[in-house]
Nanobody, 115 residues
Framework: QVQLVESGGGLVQPGGSLRLSCAAS????????MSWYRQAPGKERELVAS????????NYADSVKGRFTISRDNAKNTVYLQMNSLLPEDTAVYYC????????WGQGTQVTVSS
């Protein structure tokens, strides 16, 4: 079964950190570019960060540069998003996406930044 399963979301205070994980199964993970998106209530889904299949190139939204880091472990079929210095505006459902010829989405994990 082809799937992506996100984990690691939760409630954190402003300035705190979380690490999201996205575990892949049912496809050849190492051939896919991976990315993290997020969607806040009432807003469109937006790209947060992306990483190439071998992990050599990463890109970030301006709003998270210097605070978030995307990485992947192809041996574990997992992509990560380390989020530091979290802000209330980072509150959203975070989704991972796998892209090659087609697209695979995960079900999302909620991140809430609040005091």
């Amino acid at each position: 079964q082809v799937q992506l399963v996100e984990s690691g979301g939760g409630l954190v205070q402003p300035g705190g950190s979380l690490r999201l994980s996205c575990a892949a199964s049912g496809f050849t993970f190492s051939l896919y570019a991976m990315s993290w998106y997020r969607q806040a209530p009432g807003k469109e889904r937006e790209l947060v960060a992306s990483i190439t299949s071998a992990g050599g190139i990463t890109n970030y939204a301006d709003s998270v540069k210097g605070r978030f880091t995307i990485s992947r472990d192809n041996a574990k079929n997992t992509v990560y998003l380390q989020m530091n210095s979290l802000l209330p505006e980072d509150t959203a459902v975070y989704y991972c996406k796998a892209t090659r010829l087609g697209v695979i989405w995960g079900q999302g994990t909620q991140v809430t930044v609040s005091s």
